[in-house]
């Protein structure tokens, strides 16, 4: 029997539902592409990374620790991204320093940093627990996460419910490592690490700000010679680097499987490092670390 398509009772899903599903669903992953949030990571100094947070339904953007703000603006302009605010980790000026110069380059822009870390150009103070939103679809949680300074702030960061949600530390948590206590204590450290991030969904994503992965991995072997998890990610991260390729995002679940500061609560790690509590591990780990001179690298 012949179908008239143009017939009002003709019924597409019935007489063609392959491709009507088909196009359903590439409908939908177009809507999806859309409201994705985005994050590029943005090369500065020698080993620091800004982060450029774009919500791709609106196109405006929050960039992280803008110590460049020409090269951000730039990759900005490439995207069609308008900036709307800079979330500021911490005061050092390798973070912080180029904060008055994009308020030049961007009237009206909004600067965010912690509330008591004296952030250079800060126009809105932070507390733990207040909450920020870019475009429509991404909402920004400040954490604080004190230790290497004292008023340091992570950016938990979320999307949509089918995205994974992120989280920016700046120099409280790197990949398998984490940051001088400058101006707090291991007992911070330890609150900042195992207790506020180590409660995130593990699949978060951790955009840190330095490439210091590949090292922090080798001392991570030192502590922890038998962990295979630390093994692999060594290797990857090696022939990432190699490659030209940052070593960024990790995610807290690897972290809490290969960095020696989250596992600093596990009691097999105590054992390891002559310690009885989670506070006298950190502590320790972290002297080692300071005292530790890295594994020299052949020459290519």
């Not at 460049?68 to 490439?78: L, S």
């Not at 609560?265 to 509590?277: A, F, H, R, T, Y």
């Amino acid at each position: 029997m012949e179908v008239n398509s143009q017939d009002p009772s003709f019924n597409v899903i019935e007489h063609r539902p392959k491709i009507f599903i088909r196009r359903i669903i590439l409908l939908i992953r177009s809507i999806g592409h859309t409201l994705k949030m985005k994050v590029i990571h943005i090369p500065c100094l020698e080993d620091n990374y800004s982060y450029l947070v774009i919500d791709e339904n609106t196109k405006q953007g929050a960039v992280v620790d803008p110590v460049e703000p020409e090269k951000i603006i730039k990759v900005a302009k490439e995207n069609g991204v308008e900036l709307k605010l800079v979330l500021t980790t911490h005061h050092h000026w390798d973070h912080a320093g180029g904060n008055e110069k994009i308020k030049e380059l961007v009237p009206g822009i909004k600067v965010y940093g912690g509330s008591v870390d004296n952030v250079k150009g800060c126009t809105d103070k932070l507390e733990n627990g207040d909450k920020l939103s870019l475009g429509d679809s991404i909402n920004i949680l400040s954490l604080h996460t004190p230790c290497h300074t004292k008023g340091h702030i992570s950016y938990y960061v979320t999307g949509k419910e089918e995205e994974d949600p992120a989280v920016f530390t700046g120099d409280t948590l790197f990949v398998a490592g984490c940051g001088k206590f400058f101006e707090g204590t291991a007992e911070q450290m330890h609150e900042s690490l195992c207790v506020t991030l180590a409660s995130l969904p593990k699949p978060t994503k951790v955009y840190c700000g330095h490439e210091y992965t590949v090292k922090n991995l080798q001392f991570a072997q030192t502590v922890e010679p038998d962990n295979e998890k630390i093994s692999e990610k060594l290797s990857w991260a090696q022939k990432q680097r190699q490659s030209g390729l940052p070593t960024i995002p990790s995610t807290i679940e690897q972290e809490l499987e290969t960095n020696p500061f989250m596992r600093s609560d596990l009691p097999q790690i105590q054992e390891k490092v002559g310690c009885k509590s989670p506070v006298e591990a950190m502590r320790e780990i972290r002297q080692r670390k300071d005292n530790w001179r890295g594994i020299c690298e052949p020459r290519l």
